[in-house]
């Protein structure tokens, strides 16, 4: 009870994606992934919601994530420089098309096992732990041709297959692993979170719902893989997250929070507490949502629980009942919250709704904390003599900084924050290079113009500063 600032193997590090740095989208015997489907600009979001007719990169359209930020071919420099910021961990994830370049290979592919080994050796010889997403909104392409993407039973199987190689390969080298990133996000982005395209006269909930019973089922036999090949590995669940407020007191903004929240929270009810909540079977009861199970499923579910909670956190939401007040967000209609200041990109700030969220998430499953996502997305100038002053991004995550040890502070078991974007790269939502998140800037454009040239933010300065004192100094 003596120290009540942040734990002293508290894991300080920063996110990435695969499919958002890599680039080299076909090199090392890679296959296609539904995200290199994912064009910048106007048909982005059509895309990410299942309207897609080729699966193939169509020649009038733009792909900045085929080349990312080169992270493939430059991951040394980039390690070594996230070293220097003094990183106790690195969040990654792996290309499933990498691995399995069709999904349903026999055999997984030598030179994409080998591209991580080198990956991770690269952090263990800095000292830097892997965190490690399996899957972060990434479908070999061939499984959504021959099999409909999560929406078939038989991808449990190959996911099972898939996890397990990772494992057995890297057992003395990845101790933290997270089975699939925002797995809510299914809900809001079909197409990017399962491979799904809908068919005529479908119930695109129920098939919806359908895909995420085939996700829980994989997340829960990944995690007791894990656990039989790799006996101390912890398996966390992966949530884009954001206390949800109601409006007004009137109790039908209250009642309507609590839905949206319970819509998010039914994936980590399974994944955490090992069953499927009430609330969630009268929702399927009395929207026709029939999913499919087979005998065991529940007992598989039951039995193989996350140990932690990972989750993403940008900012709260707001609830009404009043259509009136909905507006177009990123992804989803949202209420403004009329007491937040916003991003650029809409995205409103709330550091206090950070405390919040950790807080309920803890009361709710009484599970380690992992903030794995977090941070501002910017727009960066790069001044006459070089330097990126991004004292709005300080701002930004000092303000979060300073709720996470309130959170602590509340009881809340925290184990470790690694900011999104560490390095500028490809957004998810938008495709641009200009929404930057990143402690080192990366020279591209939107148009695919730079050097891809690596230079220091001020905030990377400050984050190094941070981590440092543990916390102490922000
Ligand atoms: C999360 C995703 O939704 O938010 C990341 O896990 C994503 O992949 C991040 O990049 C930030 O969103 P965006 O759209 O600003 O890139």
Redo the contacts with the bound molecule.
Sequence with gaps: MNNLGFPKEFLWGGAL?AN?CEGAYLEGGKGLSNVDLCPAGENRFNVMLGNIKELKPLVNESYPSHEAIDFYHKFKEDIALFAEMGFKCLRISIAWSRIFPNGDDKDPNEEGLKFYDEVFDEMIKHNIEPVVTIC??DLPVALIENYGGWTNRKLVGFYENYATTLFKRYKDKVKYWMSF??IN?LLHLPFMGAGIRFKEGENPTEVKYQAAHHELMASALATKALKEIIPNAMMGCML?AGAVYPYSCNPEDVQRAMEIERENYLFIDVQAKGKYPGYGKRFFRENNINIKMEDGDLEILKNNTVDYIGF?Y?SSRCASVDPALLTDG?VFATVKNPYLKASE?GWQIDPMGLRITCNQLYDRYEKPLFIV?NGL?AVDKVEEDGQIIDDYRIEYLREHIKEMKEAILDGVDLIGYTP??CIDLV????GEMK?R?GFIYVDKDDKGNGTLERKKKKSFYWYKKVIGSNGEEI
């Design positions: 994606a958002q972060h909104f990133n925002e996000m884009a993403s940008y990123n990109w996502e997305g999104w974007g957004s998810a939502s938008t929404k998140y």
